[in-house]
């Protein structure tokens, strides 16, 4: 029975990890389609999400039997809370990229972005998906000092999105209001999926320590163009 009890909260684990690639995927794809106007691609972000809201259901599902069968306290307590925690940060990440997938699929054939704005959208697309792959790996290897690191890399994605903002307000802007509008929408969805990674690799701290990672001083410096995008 308690072999049994310990598969299923690994395979609580594994749930978390195939839902962040997929979100992660999902950002990737949609930032590619609102840069491109690419309706089919947009089309099958916002179909995919379907998946990732039905493994948050079956996670929460198998989490809330197992607090009713087995009434984990400790460790397993913290286990099976965090991570439904994350799932729905995860869920919510996955909710932004089709947010983005379906503003693109609202302006076809049109471009939604600007180009004078296409490579800050593409930089903030790269490290949205980047830092996601990061908190997969922190809930893959439960490792405390690449978890805190991940806050300090997202102060990049707050760099680019004060940047984004600038060309806002520039008395130079020509794009009109519905085009303001949308690259402030856009801005958004990138910065708080951004906070969701931050979020999942913060509860991985409070799973690993039971500390909260705000009272932790990380170790290491952050690392920009971090690999798995």
């Known amino acids: 029975m308690r072999d049994a009890y310990h598969e299923e909260l ?3 684990g594994d749930s978390l990890v195939e839902m962040a690639r997929l979100v992660g995927s999902a950002i990737g794809r949609a930032t590619t389609a609102i840069l491109d106007a690419d309706l089919k691609l947009a089309e099958a972000v916002i179909e ?6 039905d493994l948050q259901h079956d996670l929460e599902a198998r989490a809330i039997a197992l607090l009713a069968r087995q009434q984990p306290v400790a460790t397993d307590l913290r286990i099976v809370v965090t991570s439904l925690r994350m799932s729905a940060d995860l869920e919510r ?3 932004l990229a089709q947010h983005v997938a379906k503003l693109a699929r609202l302006r076809f054939p049109q471009r939604a972005v600007p180009h004078d704005l296409h490579a800050t959208i593409l930089e ?3 490290l949205a998906q980047r830092l996601m792959a990061k908190a997969a790996e922190v ?3 439960k490792d405390v000092d690449l978890a805190l690191q991940l806050e300090q890399d997202d102060d990049e994605m707050d760099l680019l999105h004060r940047t984004l903002f600038q060309h806002l307000i520039d008395e130079r802007w020509r794009h009109g209001i519905e085009t303001a509008v949308d690259v402030t929408l856009l801005g958004r969805y990138y910065e708080r999926y951004a906070d969701h990674a931050v979020a999942v690799a913060k509860r991985v701290v409070y799973l690993v ?3 909260h990672a705000d009272d932790i001083q990380p170790d290491v410096q952050p690392v920009t163009g971090v690999e798995g995008a």
Request: avoid cysteine; glycine fraction near 14%.
């Open 10 to 12: 690994d395979s609580i």
């Open 48 to 53: 995919a999400d379907q998946k990732v809201d």
């Open 93 to 95: 990440s996955g909710d």
């Open 124 to 126: 903030m697309g790269q």
């Open 139 to 141: 809930i893959i290897t």
């Open 209 to 211: 320590t039971g500390e």
